[in-house]
Nanobody, 124 residues
Framework: VQLQASGGGLVQAGGSLRLSCAAS????????MAWFRQAPGKEREFVAA????????IYTDSVKGRFTITRDNAKNTVYLAMNNLKPEDTASYYC??????????????????WGQGTLVTVSS
């Protein structure tokens, strides 16, 4: 499976962006999908995930109520809508695919395929 992330850019604090991740080369609907991010000088961290079977979602606490992950299996694409962006959201955002169980969706070691990252910069 190949993953291509896009949609990053420069935005002012309080603004919005929508990231997209297009998948090819596999059966997208059978993978749970997630977004991770890595800020400069920091480790990569989990942001959000959407389950393959019922589209249930989970989020890290810092983005709850601001970010929304969705998937469109007909388009083989997962999205991350980001609202009320804050400077601390500045990072490279990576999409990833897994077939792990629900309880391990936050664990990046469980993800098999990764996109190349798209940079989000939030200015204050």
């Amino acid at each position: 499976v190949q993953l291509q992330a896009s949609g990053g850019g420069l935005v002012q604090a309080g603004g919005s962006l929508r990231l997209s991740c297009a998948a090819s080369g596999g059966t997208f609907s059978t993978y749970s999908m997630a977004w991770f991010r890595q800020a400069p000088g920091k480790e990569r961290e989990f942001v959000a995930a959407v389950r393959w079977s019922n589209s249930n979602t989970i989020y890290t606490d810092s983005v709850k109520g601001r970010f929304t992950i969705t998937r469109d299996n007909a388009k083989n694409t997962v999205y991350l809508a980001m609202n009320n962006l804050k400077p601390e959201d500045t990072a490279s955002y990576y999409c990833a695919a897994t077939r792990t169980v629900w309880g391990q969706l936050r664990q990046q070691s469980q993800y098999i395929y990764w996109g190349q990252g798209t940079l989000v910069t939030v200015s204050s």
